[in-house]
């Protein structure tokens, strides 16, 4: 990365105060009595650095916030502070774009899926009952907190 000229300095100091490009440009000829195309190539210097600070990697940042987010939801199952990890697996599953449709309906992928329909019903009611979330909680959130129930109790074991 190469160092920005102290008139790209200070075009940085400006556009971040919120001073339009051009106006930037202008006070720059101005104050360094520069011409106006040396002036403008210090804004657009300044600009790009800006740009280039500003910008993140998206991955990188997806990934800091799904182990913050699972992070929180451990705490919060370990303290039985059962809406705060609600809420951390609901916004787990929005981040990670996760759909939480009826695991009873046939996807069209298995022709027989169907023909368990009423066995997942059963399982889903049972899961809704035993894990201690509202009952209107997704039903993947019923199974984490009681997957999370069962690993505790083997590693207690």
């Known amino acids: 990365m190469q160092a920005l000229s102290k008139n790209a300095q200070d075009a940085v100091g400006r556009l971040i105060r919120g001073e339009s490009r051009e106006a930037v440009a202008a006070q720059l000829a101005k104050a360094h009595n520069l011409p106006p195309e040396q002036a403008e190539r210090a804004t657009a ?10 910008s993140f990697d998206r991955v990188a940042e997806l990934g800091a916030s799904k182990r913050r987010l699972e992070s929180i939801y451990r705490e919060a199952s370990d303290a039985h502070d059962w809406p705060v990890a609600l809420s951390a ?56 907190v009681l997957a999370d129930k069962a690993r505790r109790m083997e590693a207690k074991q």
Request: negative net charge; without cysteine.
């Open 45 to 54: 210097m300044a600009v790009e650095h800006i740009a280039r600070v500003a």
């Open 89 to 144: 697996s609901k916004e787990l599953n929005r981040l990670l774009g996760l759909q939480t449709a009826d695991p009873a309906a046939p996807t069209g992928d298995d022709p027989d899926a169907g023909d368990h329909r009423e066995t997942l019903e059963q399982i889903a009611k049972h899961i809704t009952r035993v894990s201690g979330l509202p009952e209107d909680a997704p039903l993947l959130d019923h199974a984490r």
